[in-house]
């Protein structure tokens, strides 16, 4: 309990602090394992929902990253140039943007089956505490676990 008024802008009293470093530290922790397929952490968990779906739309896709189309959209174009995605309008309403799997996108999958169980591995977290804190993360973003 703060003594002060000023005792809620110590950094021990942050709950926003440790949820930033704790991500800061899970994501340095993938960098080996993406930098072997030259992806960043963001491109990353874009190809896991693409994995997943295989064709999305660009809104559905933001709203699965929580990602805005300002970071969206040279997120897509990036991996396009790699030729792990193609975009293309949907045919039944041009608003929509479709981002789908290339073969080699699709291909990639096999080179990054192994990623998570690389990083459970290195956490320092018991399975019941893992999902634990998943469902706290996910109650605190808004969504349900």
Known sequence: MP???YDCL???NQLCFPLYAASREVVKRYSPYLDKLDL?????ITMLVLWEHGSITVKD??????LDSGTLTPLFK????KGLVVRA???TDERNLIVSLTEKGEALKD???DIPGHLASCIRLEPAEAMQLYGLLHKLLG???
């Open 78 to 81: 990036k991996l396009e140039e």
């Open 61 to 66: 896709a933001g709203q699965l990253l929580y």
């Open 143 to 145: 969504a349900e676990a």
């Open 89 to 91: 309008r949907s045919k």
């Open 40 to 44: 960043t952490y963001t491109q990353y």
């Open 111 to 113: 080179e990054a089956v």
């Open 3 to 5: 003594n002060n008024k």
């Open 10 to 12: 110590k950094l021990d």
